[in-house]
């Protein structure tokens, strides 16, 4: 007989069928007279009951269906009489397709996420992990779909460059070469005879390559692994994290805002209306406030506040007895994410757009404001999360963008095909970048970044 997904079975009312379901025990109930077996099969965060009748099967076998256990049962599906519950399936025959030995890791309730992520093969197999991996799916599913309905390509970029997207310097190399022969060898490496010719590294963000394709389709948006080999070691930071930039051509600061609004909203109310249940679990478990949070920002408009007005405030909550773990020490400082907190969290009680932020503290692209101080960078900050979109309008004047790029000291030919897009037809235009895993932070209500991703990485840690 064909199976039944659980997400399914629960919804049936066709009581008095056969039904068969696979799946993994969760938990596993025994008296004389009846057995209950929680089942789940990843399809929801829920499980079905099965009722068995233990006078009906081998004792044995009953003693083998633990918690963690892989089985296949069939049954007739009935009403439940169990508060809460839909239906329930009276047991006639179960398979058991896999043992689950007692020194299974994930088999003890209420163990901390840090214990957890020792297991992070076996981890998304808990009640939390499930619901968090199926709003990651339809976080992904949200952005596409917002994205193809308002007339952006998907535009896929490379993963491999020899540019520094961020100028920031801060990437993995990708190299052929048997270093560990040049090292004892003490020769110089010779980059020319690596597999690419040159020095190559892992892409810090698709945005350079995303300009290309703006500036010819119209609009683009990227969605894929970045890679940033930063030594934090925070809650919100991964070596390896997933980034969505769209680039468009012709939009100017206000309609960068109004799209980075927008976008994040239209997410966020993907996550009420889809994700109903795994966010009434994580809101009862993992976060009490997280449906109100998530209700409260798809429903306000985000404050739109220049950085130097930010800094104001700052400095007046610090006089004011305010004790920040980094001081603000005024003007031109580059913000951390308890700063970003407290206007979000305590000052403005919304999300913040900040923008028009000094240039010496954001990256070269960016297009310059006519005061030469600041840059028409446009930051979402987000109440728990700090920043969880950068983006910018880009500068558009070639000469003006030479002259930053050779200003920081940076290599100019790296950036020749890049500097071609302000040579022929330049265009105003303007992007921003939203952390995948930043989203799912607060959309999960989760604390940590390793905990949004099935498998993180991070300083010291790159196993399964
Ligand atoms: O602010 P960032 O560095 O901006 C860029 O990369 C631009 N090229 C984006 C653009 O304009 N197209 O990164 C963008 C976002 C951040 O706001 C944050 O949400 C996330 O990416 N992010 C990280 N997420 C997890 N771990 C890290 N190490 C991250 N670094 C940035
Ligand atoms: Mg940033």
Not at 166 to 177: D, P
Not at 219 to 230: C, D, K, L, M
């Amino acid at each position: 007989m064909k199976r039944t997904k659980i997400i399914d079975a629960l919804r049936r009312t066709d009581y008095g069928s056969e039904i068969v379901v696979k799946g993994w025990v969760r938990t596993h109930r025994s008296s004389k007279a009846v057995d209950f077996i929680a089942l789940n099969d990843g399809s929801t965060i829920k499980n079905i009951q099965i009722v068995v009748d233990p006078s009906k099967f081998d004792t044995n076998l009953l003693k083998n269906i633990t918690t963690g256990a892989c089985i296949c049962a069939q049954g007739i599906l009935v009403e439940s009489q169990g508060a809460g519950q839909t239906s329930e399936i009276q047991a006639s025959a179960i398979e058991l397709y896999g043992e689950c030995p007692s020194d299974y890791p994930m088999q003890k309730k209420g163990q901390t996420f840090e214990y957890m992520r020792q297991f992070a093969h076996l981890r998304l197999r808990t009640n939390t992990f499930g619901a968090v991996m199926r709003i990651r799916h339809n976080m992904a599913m949200a952005i596409h779909t917002y994205f193809h309905e308002h007339g952006f390509y998907y535009f896929h970029t490379p993963l491999i460059t020899a540019s520094d997207a961020e100028g920031a310097g801060e990437m993995f190399q990708v190299t052929t070469l048997d270093l560990d022969r040049i090292a004892k060898q003490g020769g110089e490496v010779a980059y020319d005879r690596d597999f690419f010719g040159k020095k190559a590294n892992l892409t810090v963000s698709g945005q350079l390559e995303g300009e290309l394709g703006a500036t010819a389709l119209g609009a683009i948006y990227t969605f894929g692994p970045t890679f940033r080999a930063e030594n934090s070691n925070t809650p919100r930071h991964l070596a390896e994290f997933w980034m969505i930039e769209p680039e468009v051509a012709f939009m100017d600061k206000t309609e960068l805002m109004d799209l980075e609004e927008d976008f994040i909203k239209y997410c966020v109310r993907w996550a009420l209306t889809n994700c109903a249940d795994d966010l009434e679990f994580l809101n009862k478990m993992i976060d009490k406030t997280l449906l109100d949070t998530l209700n409260g920002v798809v429903s306000e408009d985000f404050v739109r506040l220049s950085y130097t007005e930010g800094i104001q405030i700052l400095q007046e909550a610090q006089q004011n007895g305010h004790k920040f773990e980094f001081p603000v020490t005024g003007w031109g400082m580059d913000l951390a994410s308890e700063h970003e907190r407290y206007l979000v969290e305590q000052h403005f009680k919304r999300p913040v757009i900040l923008n028009d932020y000094p240039a010496e503290i954001k990256a070269f692209y960016m297009k310059k404001n006519e005061d030469g101080r600041t840059m028409q960078g446009t930051d979402v900050l987000f109440p728990r999360i700090g920043e969880i979109i950068g983006g910018s309008v880009r500068e558009e004047s070639g000469e003006k963008l030479i002259a930053e790029i050779e200003r920081r000291g940076m290599d100019k030919n790296l950036y020749s095909w890049y500097l071609d897009t302000r040579k022929y037809g330049s265009c105003p235009h303007a992007g921003f970048g939203l952390g995948f895993e930043r989203l799912l932070l607060f959309v999960t209500g989760m604390q940590n970044i390793r905990d949004v991703i099935p498998f993180p990485r991070t300083p010291n840690n790159c196993e399964f």
